[in-house]
């Protein structure tokens, strides 16, 4: 795996995390703002859409293939968090 190969490219990389992870700390707020407007757009939605984030194929969800939302979510914050945890390490081994 490349390394960097002086303390001025390690330090450097260190800053490029720490710019990274600020750059992306409102992820949270903008995917529950998401969330939250397709909950109001469900509202009005007719009963072929089953359920919260579920999406029957009756409605347009594709070749009978259920979409679930809250799978993804789950897979999606739990990456995110497992990221943030071993940036923040690096940061604070590397760069304190």
Do not use: W
């Amino acid at each position: 795996t490349p390394r960097p190969k002086s303390m001025e490219l390690e330090k450097t990389f260190c800053e490029l995390l720490e710019r990274m992870m600020g750059e992306h700390s409102n992820v949270q707020a903008t995917v529950a703002r998401a969330l939250q407007e397709l909950s109001e757009m469900r509202r009005d939605l007719p009963d072929t859409y089953t359920s919260v984030g579920t999406i029957s194929p009756a409605a347009g969800g594709g070749s009978g293939m259920m979409t679930d939302f809250g799978q993804f979510l789950d897979r999606f914050y739990l990456s995110r968090v497992g990221m943030r945890v071993l940036v923040g390490q690096h940061i604070m081994l590397h760069h304190p």
